[in-house]
């Protein structure tokens, strides 16, 4: 995976969420699983690592859509 051309699996992304003790979710193209958690057996932290993934293709970083702030009318 550290190399150009070699992706990461299930496999790979559990034992990422075991070496930093944080859930995963990854929100999948799957009709029946559209969210998949991954969680460590021993969490050492709050924070959730949330990615997409395409079905026998890649994973993806995301993060939630930022509200966008009002302007007030004078």
């Given at each position: ?22 859930k ?19 969490a ?13 293709k ?17």
């Amino acid at each position: 995976m550290a190399r150009d051309g070699f992706w990461g699996d299930h496999v790979s992304l559990l034992a990422a969420a075991e070496a930093y003790g944080v859930k995963v979710h990854l929100f999948t193209d799957h009709a029946t699983d559209p969210v998949i958690e991954v969680a460590p057996a021993m969490a050492a932290c709050e924070r959730v690592l949330q990615l997409s993934f395409w079905f026998e293709k890649h994973y993806s970083s995301v993060e939630k859509k930022k509200k966008k702030k009002k302007k007030k009318n004078h």
